[in-house]
């Protein structure tokens, strides 16, 4: 813990109760005779470290560098012996624990669904591939997030997957002959903010924002477009505009 802080890390955990370093908690037999809810701690002033001892339904122990124990935050827990739900005090740390653990504890799993399996040689490897799953569920839980704020269910963390290998893939190959109907991974291309440039088409089609033909567009989509203020809208995911659309045909 004192190492840690000194590396400037903030550090938050369960701690057995033989290697507290005899820090002067309460006995743990002496505390599963009280009532639930009971907690005792002591804070280390030469390393600014506490130690809190908390009597859930078995006694826990916790150690920090940077959380107190305070404010006593309330739980709820089933009383055998009342046979009714009841509040019981419990350490603001151990409830900040609950929360945090939970969200590594779902990030851990969510890697291991979809590991990158494929092997290297070299010490580093699992680095570098570990690097790009933790990246990848990370931008999964952002999309999971948006979708939410749209009130849209999200994709699964394998759909998703599917999509950016896909969207990079066209990416590279960059030509999709004849324009059918926009793909998953043909829409995630258009807002990739990658590489899109305006340019003579070959083609004089309608353009999808306003309805009027022109013969530029962008490059990577291949979707004909006016240089503006359409092409810039098509990549922002502004709404076309319906009545000057039907005015055009
Ligand atoms: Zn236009
Ligand atoms: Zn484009």
Redesign the pocket.
């Known amino acids: 813990m004192t190492r840690l802080s000194n590396d400037g890390f903030f550090a938050l955990g369960t701690v057995r109760d033989n290697r507290t370093n005899h820090a002067p908690l309460m006995n743990i037999k002496e505390m599963k005779k009280k009532p639930r809810g009971t907690s005792d701690f002591r804070f280390d002033m030469n390393n600014s470290i506490l130690a809190v001892r908390w009597n859930d339904n078995a006694v826990v122990t916790l150690l920090s560098n940077f959380l107190s124990h305070t404010p006593m935050v309330r739980a709820k827990r089933y009383d055998r012996k009342q046979r009714k739900m009841v509040t019981i005090e419990q350490p603001y740390l151990v409830n900040e624990y609950n929360h945090l653990m939970g969200g590594v504890d779902l990030f851990d799993n969510a890697m291991n669904n979809y590991r990158i399996r494929i092997r290297g040689k070299k010490w580093y490897w699992p680095l570098i591939t570990n690097a790009f799953d933790a990246a990848m569920v990370n931008a999964w839980k952002l999309h999971c997030f948006c979708r939410k704020y749209d009130k849209k269910p999200p994709m699964s963390q394998y759909e998703f997957r599917v999509e950016v290998c896909e969207s990079i893939m066209i990416k590279s190959s960059y030509h999709h002959p004849g324009r059918t109907s926009a793909s998953g991974a043909q829409l995630a291309m258009r807002y990739d903010r990658m590489d899109h440039f305006i340019g003579k088409l070959n083609t004089r089609h309608r353009?999808?924002?306003?309805?009027?033909k022109?013969e530029y567009g962008c490059l990577k989509c291949q979707v004909n477009?006016?240089p503006a203020p359409?092409f810039l809208d098509y990549h922002n995911g502004v709404e076309p505009d319906k009545k000057k659309i039907a005015k055009a045909k």
Do not use: E, I, K, S
């Open positions: 353009c999808p924002q306003c309805g009027g022109t477009l006016h359409c």
